[in-house]
């Protein structure tokens, strides 16, 4: 038994704790704070009083605004620029995952030269090693679904590639997960992001290089999301709801961590680089019966029925050789019970024929989530689970 362990992220995590903001050990004193190009953080004041905090210590801030929902390489290029042209001498990722993903990657280029994808080691990317580091990153996260204030992955899109990576250095220094900062996600929203968590940890649990620490941490975030997500999505004002999804997606980015993702987010990430305008939750929902269907007694059946017992299922009284299963059930009852159960990618344009395309494009750009399946998915496995993901 060998594993490695590495999270030097401080997480300042409950309800409220945006206010520590004023007080917390900040790593400079002039911040770039990169929000969506959407109007949330504005309207509900979440950037005002981050602004209000950081004065407090006589911290400035710059604000970069442009940030999309699979965020751009044109934009990490842009914020970067920004931050060396301001003076910044650290980062602050505020809003959902986009958003402390780009500043992550903003935080590398404002250190180093050249093009952002010189450094992406898969696709056509360069592969190169940024040697200068990173600015220091503070995650100010409003949503619960990618986990990336307690990771140091970022998922940036380039043209028809969306390719995740990361250093030690994109680890965030302070990461601060206020559950108040979520009650205004709608609906919709909080159900994807809180699939989007629950895969981080049923991929992370099923892959290759699992290990107790990440077993453990990934059941306990798959039961709070089980129980507490059809409550959050239901009545968004729900604090202790929010507060657990908050609690296993922070789970999930330790997941993220100390396992890792499977080829579902190859496959997801494929279909929303070609169209970004579908959520990646949602892309992950659409596709995930049926690859956990094709992964049913390719991974140990125990696996699964441990998954299925975390979801609520009272797999102990199930005959051994129907316990497995029993996560597919689960699954599908979460998915209802969120009332996501009928995604349809044709409803975001995506057409049958093109599914091809797709797992060429998932093995070409994130093939290395393919090597950590427990199965080595052939091209002809990976079209037909997207086949029939397909609606």
Known sequence: MKFDCYLPTKILFGAGRLNDLATAK???????????????????????????????QGVESVVF??????????????????????????????????????SKSIAVMAKNPGNYWDYISAGSGKGKFPKEGALPIVAITTTAGTGTEADPWTVITNGPEKIGTGWDFTFPTLSIVDPELMTSVPPHLTAYQGFDTLFHCTEGYIANI??????????????????????????????????????????????????????????????????????????LIMISLPYYKFFLGKVADERYANMAQAMGEDVRSLPAEKRAQAFIAALEKLQKACGVDNLKMSDYGVKADEMDKLATTAKETMG???????????HEEAIQIMKEAYK
């Open 210 to 283: 699992a290990t107790p620490v990440s077993d453990a941490l990934a059941l306990k975030a798959i039961e709070l999301i089980a129980k507490y997500l059809p409550r959050a999505v239901k009545d968004g004002n729900d604090l202790e709801a929010r507060a657990n999804v908050a609690l296993a997606n922070t789970l999930g980015g330790m997941v993220e961590t100390f396992s890792s993702c499977t080829s579902e987010h190859s496959l997801e990430h494929a279909l929303s680089a070609y169209y970004p305008k579908l959520p990646h939750g949602a892309g």
């Open 26 to 56: 900040l790593p400079g004193k002039k911040a770039l704070i990169v929000i969506s190009a959407g109007t949330s953080m504005r309207k509900y004041g979440y950037l005002e009083r981050v602004q209000k905090l950081l004065a407090q």
């Open 65 to 102: 605004d442009k940030i999309l929902p699979n965020p751009i390489l044109a934009h990490v290029t842009e914020g970067a620029e920004l931050a060396r042209k301001e003076g910044c001498d650290f980062v602050i990722g505020l809003g959902g995952g986009s958003s402390i993903d780009s």
């Open 368 to 378: 290395g989530l393919f090597t950590l399946d427990v199965h080595s998915l052939t």
